[in-house]
């Protein structure tokens, strides 16, 4: 099995979380969560937090100020200065 890097993790737990990851993807992804705490504590966080923000409406934006926000979080995950 080919190394699975924490890029490659926080490029596709999305489809994880979501349930909708292919099964060589899971097994990929889980065995990253074996050896990287950084990413356990991601996706635990996330797992925790993403229910209260989609179940509150005090979270909805416009749509045209969405991309902005997740351009600039996706540009610092990926460490590129925006």
Same mark, same amino acid.
């Given at each position: 099995m080919e190394m699975f890097?924490?890029? @490659?993790?926080l490029s596709e737990f999305g489809d994880y979380l979501d349930g909708c990851a292919s099964p $060589? #993807?899971? /097994?990929?992804?889980? +065995?990253?969560?074996r050896e990287c705490k950084s990413c356990r504590v991601i996706? @635990?966080?996330?797992?925790?937090?993403n229910p209260i923000v989609t179940e509150?409406?005090?979270? $909805? #934006?416009? /749509?045209?100020?969405? +991309?902005?926000?997740v351009l600039g979080v996706m540009a610092r995950i990926r460490?590129?200065?925006?």
């Open positions: 890097s924490c890029a @490659d993790f $060589d #993807l899971k /097994a990929c992804i889980k +065995e990253h969560l996706i @635990d966080s996330t797992s925790k937090t509150s409406e005090a979270f $909805d #934006l416009p /749509a045209d100020q969405i +991309e902005p926000i460490g590129v200065k925006h």
